[in-house]
């Protein structure tokens, strides 16, 4: 990498930083393009997150992307929400143009999903009702979907995150349930999302459905991407279900971020090998 005194920063806030795939993921794209921009990593404890945010607009940083614990809190150090952004009640990205936060873990899951299949008009079961899943069904239901149901331990939280999304104006069909149902939501859905850690490593012997629960018409999609092909996954593979891979959504949602920052067009081929290298795929 080639460091200038003009290069521009761009980079992440969190804590912890260490283990994140987003600076290979961008700088193998800004290689790829010639770019004069760096990503890095910042650890920030949350009780210098507003001396962090001020310090970065008179660095002349660019753009942030913001990670867990600081996505709610940030905002209030922010001038402009994206519409969506608002809706979802947490950022994770930050164009300093502007001051503008965006959340584009949402359009992650989109466009990751849409690689398989448009998700306007279809019928959508939504494993989860925290964080991820707020943040992909407000987009859910900003591109068109036609029903949405939540499922969850806690039926109280799904029904709440059903009723802030019915709220929106953007879908008129929004229900909520408990994850003991799931089997028989199933039958007449099109897509299944899951948004539970459910799976993830080291307990990958978690799903929220098995095969016999879903249909071969079904695109399955798990937020979850280490393992790369979850439990959830597998089975859906042996119900002959259509399975979108978690990193396909870190992939987006990278490639959305740098969308906003450079107003240029992604390599996304590119960003999806450097993510694969780094997870070891």
């Known amino acids: 990498m080639n460091i200038k005194g003009s290069t521009n920063i761009v980079g992440l806030i969190g804590h912890p930083v260490e283990h994140s795939f987003s600076p290979p993921m961008h700088n193998a794209a800004f290689k790829a393009l010639n770019m004069d921009y760096a990503y890095v990593a910042f650890d920030v404890n949350p009780s210098n997150l507003k001396s962090a945010i001020n310090g970065a607009q008179s660095l002349n940083i660019k753009g942030f992307n913001v990670t867990i614990p600081h996505k709610i809190d940030v905002m209030q150090y922010l001038e402009e929400l994206d519409e969506v952004a608002e809706l979802i009640g947490a950022v994770n990205t930050i164009d300093f143009k502007n001051l503008k936060g965006y959340n584009t873990d949402g359009i992650g899951a989109i466009k990751a999903i849409e690689e398989v299949s448009s998700v306007k008009g279809k019928n959508i079961v939504v494993a989860g009702a925290g964080g991820a899943s707020r943040a992909i069904s407000f987009y859910l239901a900003k591109y068109g979907a036609g029903s949405i149901t939540i499922l969850n331990r806690n039926v109280d939280k799904s029904k709440r995150l059903a009723g802030d999304v019915l709220a929106s104006g953007l879908i008129s069909d929004v229900n909520a349930d408990s994850i003991s149902e799931i089997s028989s939501c199933l039958n007449d859905a099109d897509i299944l999302v899951n948004t539970t850690p459910l799976g993830m490593h080291p307990n990958v012997e978690g799903s929220v459905a098995t095969s016999e629960d879903m249909h071969d018409d079904l695109v399955v999609f798990d937020a979850v991407y280490n393992p790369h092909e979850t439990l959830l996954l ?45 997870l070891g795929r």
Request: aromatic share 12%; net charge positive.
């Open 234 to 278: 597998k089975e859906a593979i042996k119900a002959g279900a259509k399975p979108v891979y978690g990193i396909k959504m870190l992939l987006y949602q990278g490639a959305e971020s740098f969308r906003i920052w450079t107003g240029r067009q992604p390599p996304i081929d590119v960003m999806e090998d450097a993510l694969k290298q780094y």
